[in-house]
């Protein structure tokens, strides 16, 4: 089984709808991330968590917002989904213990969204 | 996303051919400075890695040269394969005390038969 595992991991859907797109990791790590690809672009961050009370907006985070259910679940939403949010979307983690290496990332497999 | 520019965006080699990718990057505080790789379908992983105490670093085919001064680091894939075929992507960043990581544009490398 995946350690970070997405789901769904397709989904069209019509502009104006809510979405919300589900990680949860078996890493036991404490920080989550979710990141959006779009071709040339790279991934760019929308929302990070660093703890279950820590949530954090990235660098394109309007029209998203997310939960940390617990430790092992970050969920993402749309509350209103519009076409250019049609992307492949990640959850990643990373450690917070002190001494190991929080700069490598552990990523899901991804959830790619089309929104028509 | 302008603290770290990664070049080219795109890049085909034969089999056999030696790779290159640059990753320019701009905060001088950043400790750790991986490769990614991401295979169509699939998240991406790290390849390999170097901290700014050494100027270079091999692991088989794969070897990360940091130039400290200019602030840039590259993945050089020597020997390259098809099964090499994959985005690469930079994401300078802090190793300890941890980031929100911001990654390169990517390369999207294709290696020919």
């Known amino acids: 089984d995946a350690d970070v595992t997405q789901t769904p991991r397709n989904r069209i859907t019509k502009t104006g709808k809510r979405i919300m797109l589900e990680c949860s990791q078996t890493?036991?790590?404490?920080?989550m991330y979710w990141y959006r690809q779009d071709p040339g672009l790279g991934l760019r961050l929308i929302y990070y968590s660093f703890d279950v009370k820590d949530i954090n907006k990235g660098e394109i985070s309007d029209g998203y917002s997310v939960s940390r259910q617990a430790q092992a679940k970050f969920s993402l939403s749309l509350e209103s989904a519009i076409p250019n949010q049609t992307a492949l979307y990640f959850c990643a983690t990373s450690e917070r213990r002190a001494g190991a290496n929080t700069g490598e990332l552990f990523f899901g497999e991804g959830s790619r969204l089309t929104v028509l | 996303q302008q603290q770290v520019k990664q070049s080219p965006q795109s890049l085909i080699v034969q089999k056999g051919g030696i790779s290159i990718i640059n990753c320019a990057y701009e905060n001088t505080a950043f400790d750790y400075f991986p490769w990614y790789q991401q295979f169509p379908g699939k998240g991406p992983a790290l390849l390999i890695a170097?901290?700014?105490?050494?100027s270079e670093k091999k692991e088989g085919r794969f070897t990360i040269s940091f130039n400290k001064s200019a602030k840039q680091f590259s993945l050089h894939i020597m020997d390259s394969q098809p099964g090499d075929s994959a985005t690469y992507f930079c994401a300078p960043n802090f190793e300890t005390s941890g980031s929100r990581l911001t990654f390169g544009e990517g390369t999207q490398l294709t290696v020919n038969p």
């Open positions: 170097i901290r700014p105490d050494v």
């Open positions: 890493k036991g790590h404490d920080r």
